[in-house]
């Protein structure tokens, strides 16, 4: 079992940056891809960004590119989604994910390990 901790949610101005990180613990000696979801209110859940565990390939959605940027540290089984000029349409609930298989996370979503989240809020 692998155990994700999200934190660095809150409220920020539009246009403002947050940095959320993601804590993984337990079985974290087998190598897991890393990504963050997001659910607005009324929404499904959606893709936002992952990045593999050796390599540092990354992907994103198209609403985030050029604005968001995924990056994790190993040694602290750490990953970070740094957010910056932010928008309204960014509010939701952000979820840390982890999964062996790398496509999981933008193809179908079904990944096996999840956070609880953390609410991101940005006001116009």
Request: charged share 20%; with cysteine; proline share 2%.
């Amino acid at each position: 079992q692998v155990q994700l901790v999200e934190s660095g949610g809150g409220l920020v101005q539009a246009g403002g940056s947050l940095r959320l990180s993601c804590a993984a613990s337990g079985r974290t000696s087998i190598t897991y891809h890393m990504g963050w979801f997001r659910q607005a209110p009324g929404k499904e859940r959606e893709f936002v960004a992952t990045i593999k565990w050796i390599g540092g390939t990354t992907d994103y959605a198209d609403s985030v590119k050029g604005r968001f940027t995924i990056s994790r540290d190993n040694a602290k089984n750490t990953v970070y989604l740094q957010m910056n000029s932010l928008k309204p349409e960014d509010t939701a609930v952000y979820y840390c994910a982890a999964d062996s298989n790398y496509s999981q996370f933008r193809t179908t979503g079904l990944v096996r390990y999840w956070g609880k989240g953390t609410l991101v809020t940005v006001s116009s």
